[in-house]
């Protein structure tokens, strides 16, 4: 091979090992330490022994379940209204739309840890939320220390943080269906409902299962919002998989357990994707 075309594979390298080096080793490596355990101190083959051993999990199966909860309420919730502001925010007769487009999307350039914070502290017996809501008779909500409001403290947190985010996505999208399309739709009397679900919803489908699978992702990795919250709690009612995660290898040191839970939630994240894109009708 001759110098000239070396020189692409030189610029390249240095990404290659980095990817190589933070990307698929560390993928590797949690993969066979899925399968090991730690004896006296160093680390054995233990087989499948970690992943029979999340079928006998009770804290696992819990932490699941509540990962589902959030992801079945807050993820549709969260798509729905990331569309209907961008549809809003992408009519020409609205004004000062750099400054709501802007708003909107300001929470998801926030620090995960300290929106987290904020919302605990707003969240609290005799916070702002409650000494508001006092104000026109409704009796103080046991956000954090109720198994109900707890998970819906982290859907609300959730859907304020990430709302925006997918706004923008589906703004870009929107300003790329030609015009024509409303044109002729309401020349042939179609009202601006009939517009958004018959032209703007199927234009958009793509940009929704790509929303979607991201959302699913994240979602399944939840790990912020109910550390800082909720802390799992009351009584695991908030316990997440990535929260779980966390929990097995830091405060337990069972790395190789784990690592099992880790490659678990890859998995249901591979089998909710797939499910996705049947349901979008997309190969």
Same mark, same amino acid.
């Given at each position: 091979?001759?110098?000239?075309?070396?020189? &692409?594979?030189?610029?390249?390298?240095?990404? !290659?090992?980095?990817?190589?080096?933070?990307?698929?080793?560390?993928?590797?490596?949690?993969?066979?330490?899925?399968?090991?355990?730690?004896?006296?101190?160093?680390?054995?083959?233990?087989?499948?022994?970690?992943?029979?051993?999340?079928?006998?999990?009770?804290?696992?199966?819990?932490?699941?379940?509540?990962?589902? !909860?959030?992801?079945?309420?807050?993820?549709?919730?969260?798509?729905?209204?990331?569309?209907?502001?961008?549809?809003?925010?992408?009519?020409?007769?609205?004004?000062?739309?750099?400054?709501?487009?802007?708003?909107?999307?300001?929470?998801?350039?926030?620090?995960?840890?300290?929106?987290?914070?904020?919302?605990?502290?707003?969240?609290?017996?005799?916070?702002?939320?409650?000494?508001?809501?006092?104000?026109?008779?409704?009796?103080?909500?046991?956000?954090?220390?109720?198994?109900?409001?707890?998970k819906a403290s982290i859907i609300i947190a959730m859907t304020w943080r990430w709302t925006g985010y997918?706004?923008?996505?589906?703004?870009?999208?929107?300003?790329?269906?030609?015009?024509?399309?409303?044109?002729?739709?309401?020349?042939?009397?179609?009202?601006?409902?009939?517009?958004?679900?018959?032209?703007?919803? &199927?234009?958009?489908?793509?940009?929704?299962?790509?929303?979607?699978?991201?959302?699913? !992702?994240?979602?399944?990795?939840?790990?912020?919002?109910?550390?800082?919250?909720?802390?799992?709690? &009351?009584?695991?009612?908030?316990?997440?998989?990535?929260?779980?995660?966390?929990?097995?290898?830091?405060?337990?040191?069972d790395f190789g357990y784990a690592s099992a839970i880790a490659y678990a939630v890859v998995v249901m994240?591979?089998?909710?994707?797939?499910?996705?894109?049947?349901?979008?009708?997309?190969?």
């Amino acid at each position: 091979m001759n110098r000239a075309k070396r020189f &692409p594979y030189l610029f390249a390298a240095p990404a !290659i090992l980095l990817f190589l080096a933070f990307t698929v080793y560390p993928i590797i490596a949690s993969f066979v330490l899925s399968f090991q355990e730690r004896v006296n101190g160093e680390y054995v083959f233990a087989g499948l022994k970690n992943y029979s051993r999340l079928w006998n999990d009770d804290i696992f199966w819990t932490a699941m379940q509540n990962t589902f !909860i959030i992801f079945v309420v807050q993820v549709p919730v969260m798509i729905i209204l990331a569309m209907v502001l961008a549809n809003v925010l992408n009519n020409q007769l609205l004004k000062l739309k750099g400054f709501f487009r802007v708003s909107f999307f300001l929470p998801a350039v926030t620090s995960l840890v300290a929106y987290s914070i904020l919302f605990s502290i707003m969240l609290q017996e005799e916070g702002i939320i409650n000494t508001a809501l006092s104000y026109i008779g409704i009796t103080a909500i046991p956000w954090l220390s109720d198994p109900f409001w707890a998970k819906a403290s982290i859907i609300i947190a959730m859907t304020w943080r990430w709302t925006g985010y997918n706004m923008v996505i589906f703004l870009a999208a929107l300003q790329n269906i030609p015009e024509d399309l409303y044109e002729a739709a309401s020349l042939d009397g179609a009202n601006k409902f009939k517009q958004f679900f018959y032209i703007t919803v &199927p234009q958009l489908k793509p940009v929704i299962l790509f929303a979607g699978i991201l959302s699913t !992702i994240g979602t399944l990795q939840l790990f912020d919002e109910p550390f800082n919250l909720t802390g799992g709690g &009351p009584a695991d009612s908030t316990m997440t998989l990535g929260l779980y995660i966390y929990q097995s290898g830091f405060e337990y040191f069972d790395f190789g357990y784990a690592s099992a839970i880790a490659y678990a939630v890859v998995v249901m994240v591979g089998i909710l994707s797939i499910i996705q894109f049947k349901i979008a009708g997309d190969d």
